[in-house]
């Protein structure tokens, strides 16, 4: 959102503003190995969710 006033007084310019960001994330990390065996999808290590919020 963006408001912009020239009016208000001569050689004067107003100028405001509002900025909303929201970011969800969704993170799982496994170990590429089972055992012995590489290159295989092992047990779970990272289960994480995040949220991050930003108003300017």
């Known amino acids: 959102m963006r408001w912009l006033n020239k009016n208000t007084l001569p050689n004067l310019t107003l100028i405001g503003g ?3 960001d929201r970011e969800n994330e969704d993170r799982q990390g496994y ?3 089972n055992g012995t065996y590489l290159g295989v999808k092992g047990k779970l ?3 994480e969710n995040c949220t991050s919020l ?3």
């Open 18 to 20: 509002v900025a909303f």
């Open 31 to 33: 170990n590429n190995f």
């Open 45 to 47: 290590r990272r289960n």
């Open 54 to 56: 930003n108003l300017i």
